[in-house]
């Protein structure tokens, strides 16, 4: 009989009176530029293996895409936003909209979501400095639900019960199967750029007020911190990155409908991104997001009807198992780095 | 002499309850100004109003002549306040080091101040308190005189012209009193900064203290000299009750 035990720092397994030993030694898979290769690699690869691949490869790195500026807006606010698809939504629909009025391409639609996002980030930014703890988690929780009824209100203009189709497509390459493996990159390029600039952001002086306010506002106060000017520019820059991504699923996907992104289940599966990463590690989003997109992947082909029961209870046990998540068992060993994780006030 | 820190008709009202009822004084530059009262007398409010974390519902608080009333906590931050808190409220989530580095950024400015000078300062700051071989140690994992002197390292390291600590010996052993004392006294003498001294012990201020500042019930009862404060019948009615000279 083969036993398995995760300990702090390897994994034992033992056979009988035999035993091995495998140390989770980070000096090799911390290195960020190996995951890089890997990852750019990945799409070519499974463009000759297996096509499907790269579709879940391309819901994985929007995943963390998603994750990794909420990680931002959480620790930059000190306060856990449950409502991060409500810029999707207006990204989204911003590009969808303009697209499909105006016959305009992708490009040409980016510069509009972004704007929108900003001018909706800012309207909503006065959330940040007013409502603290369960208030500010209940008014994000609302404003996708009730952009959601909006958009069954007026279904003229959003079609809320069919979505919006017909918008001009990311790529166009004339064989689907290339169009694929060039999106494949393009969401892979966007993850590594969030990556990039949120970690930059974060390890930078801004990065280190942050992590303060997300622990202790009033005393980040009363040291000198302008708690209220970064809690407002964390909120618009990590919503407008967030808004980008629903600007990328409408020109992907040539459609765009708030009831597949608006609702309560795409927000639960981003939370868990962040979570089972390792509490807003950004690094730990990537892995977070590969980990679900994956795993439903495999679900969906081998669980088949029991899927959405099994899917969302194995990442309550994960939950429970690695409170740290995934990238906590890297920074048990490794706490000396300055890494801000958020901090949950009650 | 112009004071450094001038306190008028300050009030603060929770309601219909006067916290700080009328109460005025003057800092002035290089003294430690001791700050008593019993239980529930209003002290923490007034550093409360004076750090700008509670506004003043009536009142006016100048600093060096500047009106600093309407001022927000990290503006006086700017303007040389600091303060330490009568609970200690470190950083959970931040090592040492990079607790007193965040202090050391966004405290008063400093002209061309990079990421590594304001290490280089957080590291001076932490050796000064005698916490340089925990810089690593994360802020939860720190015992109670270390935070204490966490505390007052991050508000050092603001760069502060008149420093607020609040009850420095509560939760400490006498040893661990004794030496937290003689570092107030030392930051007070290297970096020439003013103390606005809160303590219970009456026995710490009457050493330390060069003028003290009595309260109860909100309003001001004595203010002179250690020996004259000690003396003052009000005050010692204030801490023993009416009856006192029956017993005395």
Known sequence: ?346 | MVPLLKVMNLVKRFGGIVAVNDVSFEIYKGETLGFIGPNGAGKSTVVNCLTGYLPASAGKVEMNGVDISHMKPHERAHMGLARTYQIPRPFPELTALTSVLASSISGKKRINQSFQDAMYDATHYLEFVGLFSKRNILARDLTFYELRMLELARALATTPQLIFIDEVMAGLNPGEAKSAIRMIRRAKEEFGITVFWIEHVMAVLMEAADRIVAINYGAKLAEGTPDEVVNNDDVIEAYLGRGWREYA
């Not at chain 1, 981003?270 to 992947?297: N, S, W």
Request: aromatic content about 16%; overall charge positive; charged content about 10%.
């Open chain 1, 1 to 346: 009989m083969v036993e398995t035990e995760l300990k702090r720092d390897r994994i034992v397994i033992r056979l009988g009176t035999k035993k091995w030993e495998w140390v989770l030694e980070p000096r090799y898979w911390r290195n960020t530029l190996i995951w890089a290769v890997i990852l750019f690699l990945f799409p070519t690869a499974s463009y000759f293996v297996s096509p499907g691949l790269i579709n879940t490869m391309i819901s994985a790195n929007i995943y963390a895409a998603i994750a990794m500026p909420l990680a931002l807006l959480t620790i930059g606010t000190g306060r856990m936003n449950f409502g991060p698809q409500f810029y999707i939504g207006v990204g989204g629909y911003t590009a969808a909209l303009l697209s499909i009025s105006y016959g305009w391409g992708p490009l040409l639609t980016l510069p509009f979501a972004i704007l929108m996002c900003i001018v909706a980030a800012l309207i909503f930014s006065p959330l940040v400095l007013m409502a603290r703890g369960l208030y500010y988690v209940l008014l994000t929780l609302l404003l996708p639900l009730v952009f959601l009824e909006v958009t069954f209100i007026y279904p003229d203009i959003f079609k809320g019960d069919t979505g919006l189709f017909g918008i001009v497509p990311l790529l166009d390459t004339g064989n689907a199967k290339t169009n694929f493996l060039y999106i494949g990159y393009i969401s892979t390029a966007i993850m590594f750029a969030y990556l990039w600039i949120i970690n930059k952001v974060l390890k930078s002086r801004y990065g280190l007020l942050m992590a303060a306010i997300n622990d202790d506002e009033d005393v980040a106060h009363s040291i000198g911190i302008n708690i209220n000017k970064i809690k407002i520019i964390a909120f618009v820059c990590a919503c407008t990155m967030i808004g980008i991504i629903g600007w990328f699923y409408a020109h992907y996907f040539s459609s765009f409908a708030g009831i597949t992104y608006l609702p309560l289940t795409f927000m639960l599966k981003i939370l868990l991104v962040l979570m089972i990463g390792g509490r807003a590690q950004v690094f730990g989003c990537v892995v977070g997001g590969y980990f679900i997109a994956f795993l439903e992947m495999l679900m969906i082909r081998f669980m088949g009807p029991i899927q959405p029961v099994l899917f969302p209870i194995i990442l309550l046990i994960l939950l429970f198992v690695l409170p740290e998540g995934l990238f906590g068992l890297y920074r048990k060993r490794r706490y000396r780095e300055y890494l801000p994780t958020i901090h949950v006030r009650r």
